[in-house]
């Protein structure tokens, strides 16, 4: 890292309170929320302010009532502000500030507020907006979209209040999310579910909780919460199985042992599946290259007699119907080009995974553009996925190369805090006005992170996660284990395990008196 010193520095906590915050955290997900809980509960410090653009708490866990409940325990609700679109932000080199426009939104229709915008300041800016936030647009390629009759939606935009009930209803997507939502509609009374997917996935079979979904439900949080460290326990064995996994199947020459794993989730996929869909819920690429899909009675579902799952390519819609193409070749069955009826045609066609903060505009030093500058390095890249030069004081949490594909990624938002806490403990302290990375630090981790890569199997196929075959600056491709046991793959490695001095925690960096 580099960072500035000064000798002196002002007071900038007498600012008016609603024109300036020393730390501004753009999310109210999980990474925001924890960020705020983490600077109250190991730097004693309140005075930041987190701005999402949603009407409620959670970010992608919107519907889950957990952040609400994380958000009261920490007594941040009042650090929080809701229906509000972080439209630019502009380092401010002479104040050594961010210069931020917001935009208040309207909570009902998300539409900009009649008070238009305004300009607030912070010293430092930490991103929590994470991946999963702008979904995919209309497929290209699929015509009629004018033309069509029926009710659009897209997964990450469900609304609270729709009816399914005697409705045509065509799904799209094999992901993670659309294989919640095909048995979780087919317990209405819809008529008839069509289900087209392009590539079937890697399914996992589900750990059945002890005595069964809802009694688990029930009872787990109060025996966690009576058992001393039986919830660390319990964390601590599933990372381990994970990790154990990523050693055995995602490093891309461990062949036979990946294709052990292949074959217990084909084992699974044709126990519960119906004979016909085997063909085309068989992947032909390997397991772990895409997001895997813990089976969540998905396929048990496909035996409703309402279910239809194709594979044939989607062409277009016309009026009330989905129109889909010509035989595709994971099907064991020769298919003409043929339409379904369509009242609500639902999209889980997934996220722009690889935009990271798109659209929000940021211009660092001398008018760097961020996304001008990682379009110019290839893709985005930053130091240990959390910061970037020419951009002080500015933190991502799930940054680019952050995310994992063989675990959870709550241990990555967590490191990524650790860190960041780390960085701006002497920029709060008031002995570091501006901290950044040293461009060659920059391209020595991405150079580190494109060999590792390599190695894996991510590599093997296109997914969400390189961008359909450009450049993936989404996973992170290592486990946390072998991180540690790894330092030149872990080029920062050291900074994470800084001890007490300045001088060690920006080791390697410019230090200017």
């Known amino acids: 890292m580099a960072s500035s010193i000064q000798s002196t ?8 309170p609603d024109s ?4 501004v955290i753009i999310g109210a997900g999980p990474s925001g929320i924890a960020m705020g809980c983490q600077l109250k509960l190991e730097l004693h410090f309140d005075k930041f302010k987190i701005f999402d653009r949603q009407g409620g708490l959670g970010g992608t866990w919107w519907a889950n009532r957990y952040p609400g409940v994380v958000v009261e325990r920490f007594e941040i609700k009042d650090n929080i502000s809701l229906s509000t679109e972080m439209r630019s932000l502009k380092w401010r080199e002479q104040e050594q500030e961010w210069e931020i426009e917001i935009c208040r939104l309207s909570p009902e229709t998300k539409l900009k507020h009649p008070t238009g915008l305004e300009i607030i300041r912070a010293k430092i800016v930490v991103s929590g907006a994470g991946i999963l936030t702008n979904p995919n647009d209309w497929p290209e390629g699929v ?13 990450a935009e469900w609304p609270q209040n729709i009816n399914l009930e005697e409705k045509n209803v065509v799904l799209v997507g094999s992901g993670c999310t659309a294989a919640q939502i095909a048995p979780a509609i087919l317990k209405t009374e819809l008529k008839s579910l069509t289900h087209i997917i392009r590539s079937p996935p890697w399914f996992v079979p589900r750990i059945k909780e002890p005595g069964g979904k809802e009694e688990y439900a029930k009872f787990a949080p109060k025996i966690y919460g009576s058992v001393p460290l039986l919830g660390f326990i319990v964390r601590m064995m599933i990372c ?5 996994l990523w050693y055995t199947t995602f490093i891309q020459e461990n062949l036979k042992l990946r294709q052990i794993s292949e074959k217990t989730s084909l084992d699974h996929m044709r126990k519960l599946a119906p004979e016909k869909y085997h ?15 813990f089976d969540n009675d998905w396929l048990q579902s496909m035996s409703d007699p309402r279910y239809t799952l194709t594979t044939q390519p989607w062409l277009s819609v016309e009026g009330s119907k989905v129109i889909v193409g010509n035989y595709d070749a994971n099907s064991d069955v020769s298919a003409l080009p043929c339409s379904y009826p369509t009242d609500v045609l639902i999209l889980a066609t997934g996220f722009k995974a690889s935009q990271f903060l798109h659209p929000l505009s940021i211009t660092g030093r001398q008018g760097a553009s961020l996304h001008r500058v990682w379009e ?4 985005p890249q930053a130091y240990m996925g959390t910061s970037i030069d020419q951009f002080p004081n500015f933190f991502m949490i799930m940054g680019p190369n952050t995310f994992v594909g063989h675990t959870s990624v709550i241990m990555s938002i967590e490191n990524n805090i650790q860190y960041i806490l780390k960085m701006i403990r002497p920029i709060i302290d008031g002995n570091v006005t501006s901290l950044e990375p040293k461009p060659d630090a920059v391209v020595k981790w991405t150079q580190g992170i494109k060999k590792d890569m390599q190695e894996t199997v991510y590599e093997s196929c296109q997914s969400w996660y390189n961008d359909s075959g450009a450049w993936n600056s989404v996973i992170y491709p290592l486990t946390f284990t072998s991180a540690a046991s790894t330092p030149s793959s872990m080029t920062g490695i050291k900074t994470l395990l800084y001890k007490a001095s300045l001088d060690e925690r920006v080791s390697g960096c410019c230090i200017y008196p």
């Open 143 to 155: 015509s009629g979209r004018d033309t069509f009759e029926g009710e659009v939606l897209h997964s």
């Open 279 to 293: 063909s085309m819920l068989t992947p032909q690429y390997s397991l772990g290259c895409k997001r895997r899909v």
């Open 376 to 379: 110019e390095r290839g893709g």
């Open 240 to 244: 381990g199985m994970s990790e154990l």
């Open 9 to 16: 520095t002002p007071d900038h906590y007498r600012r008016p």
């Open 20 to 23: 300036y915050y020393p730390i």
